[in-house]
């Protein structure tokens, strides 16, 4: 379809949807004001968006049709001819081609020539697998997952404690909720699916009493003394945390700068500093900003709104500023030597969970805002489960500037989300492909769906997930493409399969699949089976699908085999000894079912009505370890 009125702009090649099939069959067209404002967003002027990248993604075998002939410069730094018409093999990796120039008769060159060098990523076919074998693991909020020695709040001395007592279990992983970053500020954001950042780790997480001289500061021990006071209290204070910790670690930093005990690690810092470039001197100066200035960002000087601004170059010299810089790089420094820790125990690997979009008042929407649509929002459109469709509140990004940009944004996620881990889930994974836009202040039945570049999206994700030698779990809930099911399972990512949703039992499931009864937005056993989730949803006004409550019940019934005169502990095991029954190549079980806890983590389509993300496990970390029910669902996963 052209659009006339912007002198012939054809929606196809921008990638803009005409409409869609809702979950019915039935076609809707996106209204034409839409269509409009979506290219407006797009900066979408011309026929067809940009050809030309900095990055292209290629296989490993060539022929490349489409590159030049030239010159191409390995990662190893090995130099080589490039033929793109040769049947050739290239290594996976990111590598500089330059391009053969080519001259006229005049000795002028030649028309639509690259003379400068342009990144060639590589990429394998596939994801590594998870290993050899059926594995199984624990899915946890770690928030929620407290010892005697948290403040307030789990973290990452805990989760080393649960990866330990996991892997001597027989677990294989630690699927973790997302660890991003929140916006700086004494009242962190309560959802981790709505960070400030996704390529930095939240310092909530940070074990202090395991900060070097930790111990040695009086202070320290008496705020930590009163923090643990906070662990009696089921739902987490992210607040108090924070308060807690964050002069506890003030006051350690000062420490840090001041003492000549610390000039090793201090050489660790800056390389730290180093290596983490352009996105960590950005986060850094963005949380040095915030402090002066405040949240969102949109609100700030105009001098200050952009990362390329001289005003921000000069703030962030200035002396104070400098200081803060640092301070919050120490923070992730911390936090980066404190997961990798947990990450090295003997014991069960880490998987870690990567969200789908950023607050777009927060760090990475400011860095890297000329990339992201700002004026449009990630949803959903209305289906049988919500009429009037979902607004996540997240802005996406441009497809053809993050393609501009080389993708530089998506690596560094990635990245983060990979270093420390054995595997990466990947939420609402069919973003790769395409997203449902919706402009700022309509409604979801406005929306536009959008696709990405898609093959440059799954290239690098294969590409990336190579390098950290890390397996890759989709989160593919709900209405998925036929294509986008194809090219996953090509590309080696898992499949996500629900008790709650699949049409057969577990037997019935696919291998290359993680499979689970529920999820973090979903009922727990528990709540499934007395109907206390339905009851908790009907309390705070919510429209409930009865048909659906039941279905699960039934689930439990006919796959699991409990009736009436079931206790909870045989209802829970018997569910997950018919999980067991799965050929997935993984299994995850949930610390909330081992509890027998009746409610869910978050409540969908709900703000302040549910203790959404705020729900700790109603038992300790050490009575986690010797609990029954947890004991007899890691039996009944390892007989597979």
């Not at 677990?171 to 973790?176: G, M, P, Q, T």
């Not at 400030?196 to 780790?201: A, E, G, K, P, W």
Request: net charge negative; hydrophobic share 40%.
């Amino acid at each position: 379809m052209i659009i006339e009125s912007r002198g012939g702009v054809d929606l196809d090649a921008w990638g803009v949807e005409r409409g869609y099939w809702d979950v019915t069959g039935q076609w809707h067209d996106t209204p034409p004001n839409t269509l409009e404002t979506v290219l407006d967003a797009m900066g979408a002027t011309a026929e067809h968006p940009p050809e030309d990248s900095p990055l292209v993604t290629v296989g490993e075998h060539g022929p490349w049709p489409g590159l030049p002939a030239g010159e191409i410069v390995l990662e190893s730094g090995e130099r080589r001819p490039f033929d793109p018409t040769a049947s050739d093999v290239l290594p996976i990796g990111y590598h500089k081609l330059f391009a053969a120039r080519t001259e006229s008769s005049s000795g002028e060159a030649g028309p639509g020539r690259t003379f400068g060098g342009r990144t060639v990523a590589v990429c394998p076919p596939r994801c590594p697998a998870p290993g050899p074998g059926k594995g199984w693991g624990w899915a946890v909020q770690l928030y929620a997952v407290r010892s005697a020695s948290s403040w307030g709040i789990g973290d990452f001395r805990d989760l080393r404690r649960l990866v330990a007592w996991a892997g001597r279990a027989g677990a294989s992983f630690v699927l973790l909720n997302p660890l991003h970053a929140p916006a700086p500020g004494m009242v962190p954001e309560a959802s981790p699916y709505f960070p400030s950042s996704r390529c930095f780790l939240s310092p909530l997480y940070i074990c202090v009493d395991d900060v070097a001289g930790a111990g040695e500061l009086s202070e320290v021990t008496a705020i930590g003394d009163s923090a643990r006071r906070l662990n009696g209290e089921r739902l987490i204070d992210r607040a108090a945390v924070w308060e807690a910790k964050s002069k506890a670690l003030e006051l350690l930093f000062d420490r840090f700068e001041a003492s000549g005990a610390f000039a090793a690690e201090r050489d660790e810092l800056e390389q730290f500093c180093r290596d983490g470039g352009h996105p960590l001197d950005g986060y850094t100066s963005f949380c040095a900003l915030a402090e002066t200035h405040g949240l969102p960002w949109h609100d700030w000087p105009e001098e200050v709104r952009h990362p390329d601004m001289p005003a921000v170059l000069e703030f962030a010299s200035g002396a104070h500023a400098g200081r803060r810089k640092r301070f919050y790089a120490w923070l992730q420094w911390l936090c980066w030597r404190q997961l990798r820790a947990a990450s090295d125990v003997d014991g069960a690997g880490i998987m870690c969970d990567l969200a789908v979009g950023v607050d777009g008042g927060g760090a990475d929407a400011w860095l890297w805002q000329d990339l992201f649509a700002l004026g449009m929002r990630v949803g959903a459109p209305p289906d049988d489960y919500n009429r009037n469709g979902q607004d996540w509140g997240l802005p996406p990004w441009d497809p053809w500037k993050l393609r501009a940009g080389a993708y530089e944004p998506y690596l560094t996620m990635l990245r983060a989300a990979m270093g420390p881990a054995r595997g990466m889930r990947a939420d609402h994974v069919m973003g790769l492909f395409r997203l449902f836009w919706v402009p700022l202040g309509a409604s979801p039945a406005d929306g536009a769906y959008v696709r990405s570049v898609w093959q440059d999206m799954v290239g690098l994700l294969r590409l990336e997930a190579a390098r950290a030698g890390a397996y890759v779990v989709g989160e593919d809930l709900g209405t998925v493409e036929d294509h986008v099911r194809q090219v996953l399972s090509e590309s080696g990512v898992l499949s996500y399969r629900l008790f709650w949703f699949e049409p057969g039992p577990p037997q019935t499931w696919p291998e290359q699949a993680l499979g689970a009864l529920t999820t973090h937005d979903l009922p727990t056993v528990v709540g499934a089976w007395t109907g206390a989730d339905v009851a908790a949803a009907q309390s705070i006004g919510l429209p409930v699908n009865e048909e659906g409550c039941a279905s699960m019940k039934r689930r439990l019934e006919e796959w699991g085999g409990s009736d009436g005169s079931s206790s909870l502990q045989d209802v829970v095991v018997r569910a997950y000894e018919s999980l067991a029954k799965a050929p997935c190549s993984l299994l995850a079980a949930t610390l909330d079912d081992a509890l027998l806890v009746e409610e869910r983590p978050n409540m969908p389509s709900t703000v302040d009505q549910w203790p959404n993300w705020r729900l700790g496990l109603p038992a300790p970390l050490e009575e986690v370890e010797t609990n029954e029910v947890a004991a007899a669902i890691a039996r009944a996963l390892n007989r597979r």
